[in-house]
């Protein structure tokens, strides 16, 4: 199956979750850029929770090989939110029954990187000095 066959399978499934699907690479990795419907200051996890669903059970249906998915979280085409990853073998510990959904949820949600928490570390960083507070 090629990336492009990938990618033909995933985005409709991805859309149909409620995933409003940007661009997506099908290679190895699945490269994914949605838009979010709750542009505020940090991902939505339940937005996280419903792509990954949708990924898994194609999956667990025989009809995704699991790949590390990065995926990227827009407020608006080139606004990024924020970033998120998932191994291959994460995929396939959840479907082979080795982790729980919890575990998954919480290896993926840990991967998780805001953009804003980097200009609010810079901000507490001028405010404090080099040194941390004062």
């Known amino acids: 199956m090629t990336g492009d066959e990938r990618t033909a399978d995933v985005e409709p499934a991805l859309r ?18 949605y838009m979010t419907a709750f542009p ?8 996280v929770g419903r792509a990954l669903n949708a990924l898994i059970d194609r999956a667990e249906a025989g009809e995704w090989d699991p ?4 995926g990227t979280v827009v407020r608006s085409p080139g606004d990024v939110l924020g970033t998120w990853h998932a ?30 928490d980097e200009g609010a570390e810079s901000e507490r960083e001028a405010e404090s000095g080099p040194g941390g507070d004062r």
Not at 88 to 112: C, H, K, M, P, Q
């Open 16 to 33: 149909s979750y409620g995933v409003s699907v940007e661009s997506i690479d099908g290679g190895d990795p699945l490269e994914l850029t």
């Open 40 to 47: 505020g200051r940090e991902v939505h996890r339940g937005e």
């Open 67 to 70: 790949v590390r998915v990065e």
């Open 87 to 116: 191994e291959s073998e994460w995929f396939e510990a959840l479907i082979g029954y080795e982790i729980s959904e919890t575990d998954f949820s919480t290896r993926v949600l840990d991967t998780l990187d805001h953009e804003s």
